[in-house]
Structure formats: C-alpha cells, structure tokens
C-alpha cells in the first residue's frame, strides 16, 4: 500500500475511534494490520477486540460496572495507539523515506560501535558520555577545530535524532530530557533543537508524555527554549484536536494552565502568531506580484527623468533634482504598498518567505536540527565569514546584528550568512554597511521596546520559531514526508483546547485579528460566539453584520445591523441597513433608513448622495436630482456626481440638460457605460451616427464584450422606446456594430 493510502486510511480510523465507532475502527485497523504482516499488532488487535466484547456484553445485559466508562476511555485511547503504531511500521518497511532510512541508520551505527543511546532505565542514555561531557569546560568547547567541539557536536545532533525518531518515550527518554533541562552544560540554543526534536516527535507520533514535559519546560525552562516549547505545544494541540477529549488528565492540566494569567497571555501571543502563517502564501503573491513589479517599473523612468547617461560624474553630488518629487508622486501607489508591507513585517506577519525560499540548497540544511537551530553570532558557520578578506572586518557587527534583528526568522538569518560568501566583493561591501546601520539603529528601537513593552522579546522569538517552523514544512527536501501542519485553514479558534484556555477578551482579539485581516468567516463564528454570551455590545453585531454584508448574506446582515440599532442608534448602522435593504430591492424602506440618518447629520454628503440613489432607485427623478445638486454643490470637484444627474435628465427627456453633464466627464474618466449612455442620448436625439460611434467606443475602449452590450442595450429597451426610438431599430443598429467590429 502506499504512503499516502496508509495515512489517509489511519485517519479514517482515528476519526472512527474519536466518533466512538469503535466496531467499524477496529475492522478498519485489522485491514491494515494486514498490511503490516506484524504478528504482534494482530494479537494487540484481537485483545482488543475481545474487551470490547465483554465491555458490550455486559451493557447489553444491563450489567452495572462502575470502572466501565474508565475502561472505555483507556480501550479508545488503546486502538488509537496501536494505530499509531502499525502506520509507522508501515512506512518504516515500505515509504523509503528518508526519515525511516535514518531512523534505521542512527540504530545500525549505534549498535556497530557496541551499544545504543538507550540501553535499559538504569543506564540510562549515554550516561558515561553524558557525565564526561558535563565536566568539560566552556572554553574547550568554544573552539570548533578542537576534537571534544566535534564530538559534543555529533553528540547534539544524536541527541537530536534520538527524541525525533523515537516513537514512545519511557524512562530513560525522560531521564534524558531532565538531564538536559538541569544541566548547565548543554547551551539554551542546544536546548531549543531538542524541544523541535520533541515537537516533531509528537507531530509523528501522539503521545501525552510528550506534551506534558513541553509544558514543564514551558514553567520551568530558559527564555527562548520555553517559547518554543509553548509554541510547539500549541501547534501538536491543534494537529491532534479531535484527540483531547479521550485524555481527562490532560484537559486538567490544560485548564490548570488556563488559570495561570501570564501562561494565558503568552497563549494568546503565540496563537496569534500562529495564525498569522495563514498570510504567509498572499503576502508572498502581494511581493511577487504588485510591489515588486512596480518598484522595477522606476527604473527606466528614473533613467528617462533623470537622463542617467548623460550625466556627468561631478554633477552625481550637487543637489537633490527637482523632478524626483514628480516622479514619486507619480508612484504614490508603491509607497501605499510599501508602508502596508513595513506594517505586516512590525505586527510579525512573515514577509520574507519568498525571498529566502530559494537560499535553502546549502549543505547546511542537509542536517535536520539545522532547520530549528536559533541563530546565535559564534555559530562555526561564521567561520567562513572571517576568513572572508572583505567580510572579516565587520564579522562582529555582521553577528550581532543578523542576532538582534528581530524581522527576519533563524532559518533566513542562517541562509543570509551562507549566500554572503558568494556575493561580489562590492556588495559584501555594502551588505556590512547596511548591517552596521541595522546595529546601530536596533540597539536604539531595541532599548525603547523592551522599556515599554516587556512582551516584545517574548513575541519575536516565538514569531521567528513558527517562520522556522513554516520554512521547513514548505522548503525542506523531506517535507512530502511530513504532514504539512500549515497547509490547512489553521482554524485555532475552533480547536476544544484554545476554548478551554481561552476568556472572553482572548477571542475578542483573535475575532478582531480575522476581521482586520478580511477573514470573514473566522471572524463571524466568533463574533456570534461572543453575541451569544454578551448581548448587549452593539459592536459585537456591527461587525457581524459588517462580515455577513462583505460575504454577500444582506438579509443577515441585516438582522445584525438592525440589532446593533437598538442598542446604540448612530449613523453608521443606519447607513449599513439603508445599504442592505438597497442590495435586497427594497428601496423604500432603505429611504428610510437614510432620511433617518440625514435627520442626525444633515451636512454628511455620503448620506446624501445615498438618498438620491433611493430616489433613482424608486425612478423619483425630480426628488434624486435635488440630493445630486447638494452633492455638487458642497463638492464642486466631485466629477462623478456628474454622471447620475446626467442619466437623470436624460430619463426625463430632458436631453440639452444630460448632455451638457455628460460633456462635463472627461474622456479620461469615461466609463463604457458612460460612453453607452450618450449613445442613448445621440439615438434619440436622432444621431445615429454619433451613437453608432459611442456604442462603438464603448465595446472598444471600455472592453465590453458584445453579449455585455447586448444585455445593458435589451436591459434600456423601454427608456429608449419612451422617447421614440424605434425598438426595432436596436437589432440593426446592434448587428451593424458587430458586422463592422468583426465580431
């Protein structure tokens, strides 16, 4: 069986078992158990199935059993586990993973040099080595030449493998895992690839132990090595949501977190940087589409502005040229773009991802810890950087600030140092210009950050953690042989755990994060979880409705909208039922509501200019024309006001007056269906010629297909008949259009 059948197959029956439909789990597990040919599964299996049998037996019978439920719990959480167990011997045998080669590799070599990493609970892992390694001085290992550097190195990254590959922890993992914590031996940043050893090794197989030594490291750990345990505990949380409910000692440990205020905010923190990886892919589309188009369209305007060639070199230093100023208002829609993209880079939003997506070749990421190790300035990586003849002169600064600059994640940081080697000299050269500025300018915004807002470090190192994370689910040459944990909607708010660690005004901030970022339907699940037990907030209802109304549902929208009226009665509101009751065709009743608004702010000329819409609406031109005329006359340059009043007079017969508005429109602003409209306005007034040429026009320069002004002709029919165009002539004139366009 393939990989990718025997994964979707053990989901069917995790899904079976958490429904609790244990008969139809267990035949599902049986044919694959078939699979596997693992005769120790199948008598796991049949012991199984025969407490079930005599669980339901007595049930049937009505037997009382006390223990039974007990029993239950302990039976669903059995099958899950031999589930577990037979996929990963599945895939061990027949995937040809690289993960599996390695796993099977690091137990071959262990065993050729006489012995293995766990031998038995009393000898615990590599005890002898452990105790030899922890005597030896800092200063010793500091040096990457030196044999005990290599050694302490391989150490690492066995260690490494060991918690990532190994299935069940018992005993000696755990020894192993205190061992690491108390020790002082083993550096933060050796600790933080050990809790993505852990993470990963509950992501491949699920197992509570797991998650409660990452909220002990969580409680009792270093800064850094915490937050990646928190983060790494909300990420297996989600991934095993349908999980939690078969484990009670787990869900109270959760909620005792839960009651902890600073864990909850740390929570929250983490959650929210958590789901801001559901950006990642359009910010991406956003960099590769829009801002960087755009900014490589200066250049041969700049070139042309500037006349670069002729310029001669000591006129490059005497002043500023008056025409910039031209050129960048010209390109003022870049610098909108750029300052939304500087804002996603300060809130955490991951903006560099396809920048460095092509730097991930290095044999550096060939080694599976690489892809979580913090980065940190005597990384032997940086070696080559020294030794660099135009490099080594700002190594340090180099370090140090690609160490505190918190924009760009650990995985990039290490990237950026490898690619610099291949760099021409003369941009090595400014690269340590920039990062010496980027020193001097972090220290500053660094001091002032961390003065004011304690929360800052926190919130950088976990963003940096999950873009480590996301680059190595999307970037790694072995992500096929992970199950993509960011591939999905990311849907947190819904996962049993954050609701049982969350309050009232934690989902309240990740509802407003949805709604800011336009996920309207996250945003609306919560927003009418949060209406449920606080139902007198209008806001609450404002922005329910406001999501209802952008995701098309008016008759909801409307609901929410008029509830929010009654609680707080205000223009705004009023405007969105006048704008509902519009969508919905209901034109009198959405006069109404924007008469109301007038009432409360009689100078608004968006307000006015809706009322002469209800009025066009309603076919009460006399009555829209008089909102219109306020509207040109409070805003003089306001064109676009130009355009209904024109259809107004034209509607009324009243064709000198239309034209005479339709002639205020610049061609430059002309719709096609502006150009369509005064068409209508030449045909009756019996120039055909000149509506030929509009109509024409129209199809051409506005880009309107022919069944587009078909439909927008057949849909005028009766204005036109009303003043004396012959229908009849409509066909003709529409086929001589088509017969001339080549249509």
């Not at 250049?299 to 502005?305: A, D, F, L, S, V």
């Not at 008056?322 to 500087?342: A, L, R």
């Not at 304690?454 to 042989?481: I, M």
């Not at 039922?577 to 509501?593: M, N, P, T, V, W």
Request: with cysteine; charged share 30%.
């Amino acid at each position: 069986m393939e990989a990718v059948k025997v994964i979707k197959k053990h989901k069917v029956i995790c899904r079976s078992v958490v429904t609790k439909k244990v008969k139809q789990s267990l035949d599902q597990l049986r044919e694959l158990i078939e699979v596997s040919h693992n005769g120790d599964h199948r008598v796991q299996l049949e012991n199984l199935e025969s407490t079930y049998r005599n669980m339901i037996k007595y049930t049937a019978e009505g037997i009382n059993d006390p223990q039974r439920n007990k029993v239950y719990y302990r039976l669903l959480m059995s099958i899950i586990s031999l589930a577990d167990d037979v996929k990963q011997d599945i895939l061990a045998h027949y995937s040809g993973w690289h993960t599996y080669w390695l796993k099977s590799n690091t137990d071959r070599e262990q065993k050729l040099t006489g012995g293995s990493i766990i031998e038995s609970v009393d000898d615990l892992i590599f005890k002898e080595e452990l105790d030899e390694w922890l005597k030896i001085s800092g200063t010793t290992l500091s040096d990457p030449q030196s044999e005990i550097f290599h050694r302490h190195q391989k150490l690492i990254v066995q260690i490494f493998n060991h918690l990532w590959l190994t299935d069940r922890y018992g005993d000696a993992e755990n020894e192993l895992v205190r061992i690491i914590g108390n020790s002082k031996k083993f550096t933060w940043y050796e600790q933080s690839i050990f809790i993505s050893a852990i993470t990963l090794s509950a992501l491949r197989v699920w197992e509570p132990g797991k998650i409660f030594y990452l909220t002990s490291v969580y409680q009792k750990g270093v800064n850094q090595v915490k937050e990646r345990a928190l983060a790494g505990l909300i990420l297996i949380l989600h991934y095993y949501e349908d999980r939690l409910k078969l484990y009670p000692d787990l869900i109270s440990h959760l909620e005792d977190l839960g009651n902890d205020e600073a864990f909850r905010k740390s929570f929250k923190i983490t959650v929210m940087q958590t789901i801001r990886s559901r950006e990642t892919e359009r910010i991406s589309r956003k960099l590769h589409d829009e801002i960087l188009p755009k900014v490589s369209s200066l250049r041969p305007k700049i070139e042309e502005k500037l006349d670069l060639e002729n310029l001669l070199p000591e006129d490059l230093f005497e002043g500023k040229n008056p025409d910039w100023s031209d050129m960048f208002e010209e390109s003022e829609d870049i610098y909108k773009t750029m300052e939304e993209f500087s804002k996603l880079q300060m809130e955490g939003a991951d903006v560099y991802m396809s920048a460095f997506a092509n730097l991930k070749h290095f044999d550096f990421f060939n080694i599976f810890s690489n892809w979580f190790l913090p980065f940190h300035p005597d990384h032997e990586v940086l070696n080559e950087v020294f030794r660099d003849e135009v490099l080594s002169g700002g190594t340090d600064e180099l370090a140090e600030a690609l160490y505190k600059t918190p924009f760009i994640c650990n995985s990039d940081k290490y990237s950026l140092v490898l690619n610099l080697k291949n760099l021409p000299s003369n941009q090595k050269t400014m690269m340590l210009k920039v990062f010496k500025m980027e020193l001097e300018g972090l220290e500053q915004i660094r001091d002032r950050e961390f003065d004011l807002n304690p929360e800052v470090t926190f919130k950088t190192n976990v963003t940096q953690y999950l873009q480590d994370f996301y680059r190595f689910f999307k970037l790694s040459p072995y992500k096929k042989e992970f199950d993509d944990i960011f591939s999905g909607k990311l849907d947190i708010h819904n996962s049993y755990f954050f609701n049982l660690i969350s309050g009232q005004e934690d989902i309240l901030t990740l509802a407003d994060y949805y709604f800011g970022k336009d996920f309207y339907d996250e945003a609306l699940e919560l927003y009418n979880k949060l209406t449920g037990s606080t139902p007198d907030d209008p806001q609450l209802f404002e922005k329910s409705g406001y999501c209802l109304q952008q995701k098309g549902d008016y008759e909801e929208a409307l609901v929410m909208y008029k509830n929010a009226d009654l609680l707080d009665h205000k223009i705004w509101t009023l405007k969105k039922i006048g704008f509902c009751l519009r969508r919905l065709g209901k034109h009198d009743q959405a006069l109404e509501s924007y008469l109301d608004s007038e009432s409360l702010d009689p100078e608004n000329m968006h307000t006015i200019a809706m009322i002469g819409h209800c009025y066009l609406d309603l076919q009460e031109y006399e009555q829209a024309l008089k909102y219109y005329f306020k509207v040109e006359y409070n805003d003089p340059d306001n064109r676009k006001i130009h355009r209904p009043i024109a259809w107004c007079y034209f509607v009324m017969g009243k064709f000198d007056l239309s034209r005479k508005y339709y002639d205020k429109l610049s061609d430059d602003n002309m719709t096609a269906h502006d150009l369509i409209n005064i068409g209508h306005l030449y045909l009756c007034i019996g120039e055909r010629a000149k509506a030929i040429d509009n109509y024409r026009r129209a199809i051409m320069e506005g880009q309107f297909s022919k069944e587009s002004f078909i439909e927008v002709l057949d849909d005028d029919i009766d204005i036109l008949r009303g003043h004396g165009v012959d229908p009849d002539d409509l066909p003709i004139i529409t086929d001589y259009l088509l017969f001339d366009l080549g249509y």
